[in-house]
C-alpha cells in the first residue's frame, strides 16, 4: 500500500510541479525585466529548488559521443549486443583511427543496487580511449512484467556468466562495487568448470567481498537486523498501472531515502549552495548540482529475490568469504580460480565499503599466483571517488589498463592450452 500511496502522491503534485515550472520559466525569461533583478532571480530559484526536489528523475543517457585516442578525436556509438528481460550489454563502439592496435575488451559490470549503470558514466569515460568497453545496464525491475520471471543472485551470476561467454575469450571483467560478489563467484564457477572462455582478469572496485573486516554503517545495518525484518519492511508489489504490476521488489525510492539520510545534512547544504548560486546568477556550480543530482536521484526498483539473497549472502552470514556461498546449490570454490588475473582497488575513505573488505578477495582466491595479482588502496577518496573523479582518471585508471594489457597474453595461451587439450583428449 505504501508504494501506492506514493505514486498516488507523485500523480497528484504533478500539475502543481507544472505550474511551478510555468512560473519559473516565466519569471526567469531573459525578456521579463524582472528576472534581471535580485527579486526575481530569488523567486526563480525558489521554484526550480522546489520543482527538482518533487520531481521524479528518469535514467539519464550515457552521453559519450566521442573519445580522444592518441590525441585524435573520434566518435563513439552506443550499441546493445546482448540483452535479457533484466538488462542489456551496452558496448561503446570506437571510431577508431587507421593502423590502430588491438585494445583490451572490457566488460564492466555495474552495481545493481539502486542507481543506473550511467552513474558509471566518468569510469566508461575514462576507459574508452584506451579500451573497447562493454557495460552490464541494468534494467529497472517495475518495467519487467511478471511474465518474465525472477531474478536473484544466482540469476545474476548466470547473466555474469553469459555476458563473457558473449564476449569471447581474453575479456578484462571489472566489477564496481556490489558486483564484486557475483562477479568472484562467476569466475569461480567457470574455472571450477574448466571454462575457456573465464576472464583475462578481474578488477574489484570498492566491493563487499567480506563485510566482517572494518564494518560501516551500511554494513551493521544489514548486521543487525534479521532477514524476515528486511522482507517485512522494505518489499512491496509494483502498483497499476505499470509494466511490472505486483512484482515484489525493493523499490528505488525507498533506497534513495536511505541514501539521502546517511548524509542529510551535505544533501541540505548542496541544495541550500544551489538556491544561492542561482540568486548570485552563478551559472558553472549550479549546473554542476544539475548533472550531480539528476544522476544521484535517478533510482531503480531492484526484484525482491536479488535483494533479499543479496542482503542474506552477503552482509548477514558473509557466505562467500567463509566458503558457504552456492550457486545453482554447487559451492562456489574460490581456490578453483588460477588462471584470473586479480586486482582489488580500495577508497582510503570508503564509507560504504570498509577498507579491507575488498582486499579479503586476495586472500579467499588462494591460488592465484603471486605474479598474477594487485592490491591498491587510493588515498583520500570515498566510496564514489573509487570509480569516478580526478584521482580515478588519473591514478586507478591508468592501473586497470595496464593491469589488463600484462594479462592480456596469458589468458590468451591459457584459451589456446585448454582448447588444445579439449581437442586431443
Not at 525585466?33 to 518533487?54: D, Q
Not at 590525441?71 to 577508431?96: A, M, Y
Not at 583475462?200 to 567481498?209: N, Q, R, V, Y
Not at 552470514?317 to 545453482?328: C, N, V, Y
Request: hydrophobic share 40%; charged share 20%; net charge negative.
Amino acid at each position: 500500500m505504501f508504494y501506492q500511496m506514493y505514486e498516488l502522491n507523485h500523480a497528484a503534485m504533478a500539475p502543481v510541479r507544472a505550474s511551478v515550472d510555468a512560473m519559473r520559466m516565466a519569471i526567469g525569461n531573459p525578456l521579463n525585466p524582472v528576472s534581471h533583478t535580485v527579486f526575481g532571480r530569488t523567486m526563480s530559484a525558489g521554484l526550480e529548488v522546489f520543482e527538482r526536489v518533487t520531481r521524479r528523475y528518469a535514467k539519464p543517457e550515457f552521453g559519450l559521443p566521442t573519445t580522444e585516442i592518441n590525441g585524435k578525436t573520434v566518435s563513439v556509438h552506443e550499441k546493445i549486443v546482448w540483452q535479457k528481460p533484466f538488462c542489456n550489454l551496452i558496448n561503446f563502439q570506437r571510431v577508431l583511427p587507421q593502423g590502430h592496435g588491438e585494445d583490451p575488451k572490457i566488460l564492466i559490470v555495474a552495481p545493481m543496487s539502486g542507481h543506473y549503470a550511467t552513474l558509471l558514466r566518468g569510469t566508461v569515460e575514462a576507459l574508452l580511449p584506451s579500451a573497447d568497453v562493454y557495460i552490464s545496464d541494468w534494467i529497472d525491475a517495475r518495467t519487467v512484467p511478471v511474465t518474465e520471471g525472477s531474478f536473484d543472485l544466482d540469476d545474476y551470476v548466470d547473466y555474469v556468466i553469459e555476458m563473457l561467454h558473449h564476449l569471447g575469450p581474453n575479456t578484462h571483467v571489472v566489477a564496481v562495487c556490489q558486483p564484486s560478489v557475483p562477479v568472484l563467484a562467476a569466475a569461480a564457477v567457470m574455472e571450477s568448470a574448466g571454462d575457456p572462455l573465464s576472464p583475462a582478469s578481474m578488477t574489484l572496485m570498492g566491493g563487499p567481498i567480506d563485510t566482517r573486516i572494518n564494518p560501516t554503517a551500511v554494513n551493521e545495518l544489514a548486521q543487525n537486523k534479521p532477514l524476515q525484518w528486511f522482507e517485512d519492511n522494505v518489499i512491496m508489489n509494483v502498483p497499476w498501472p505499470l509494466p511490472g504490476f505486483m512484482r515484489p521488489v525493493y523499490p528505488g525510492f525507498l533506497q534513495l531515502s536511505g541514501f539521502m539520510s546517511m548524509n542529510l545534512d551535505r544533501h541540505v547544504i548542496a541544495h541550500k549552495d544551489f538556491f544561492m548560486h542561482l540568486v548570485k546568477n552563478d551559472g558553472e556550480p549550479a549546473e554542476k548540482h544539475r548533472d550531480f543530482y539528476d544522476e544521484y536521484l535517478a533510482v531503480m526498483d531492484l526484484t525482491a529475490e536479488f535483494y533479499l539473497q543479496t542482503v542474506d549472502t552477503v552482509f548477514i552470514k558473509h557466505s562467500l568469504p567463509k566458503g558457504e556461498m552456492t550457486h545453482r546449490g554447487k559451492l562456489v570454490d574460490t581456490s578453483a580460480i588460477r588462471n584470473v588475473a586479480l586486482l582489488t582497488v580500495e577508497g582510503e575513505n570508503d564509507d560504504i565499503s570498509g577498507v579491507g573488505q575488498t582486499h579479503a578477495a586476495q586472500t579467499i582466491c588462494t591460488n592465484i599466483p603471486d605474479h598474477m595479482r594487485m592490491h591498491y588502496v587510493q588515498p583520500d577518496v570515498g566510496h564514489y571517488g573509487v570509480f569516478n573523479g580526478s584521482r580515478f582518471r588519473r591514478e586507478i585508471a591508468p592501473r586497470i589498463i595496464v593491469f589488463a594489457n600484462e594479462h592480456s597474453q596469458h589468458s590468451a595461451l591459457a584459451v589456446k592450452r585448454v582448447i588444445k587439450g579439449g581437442r586431443s583428449a
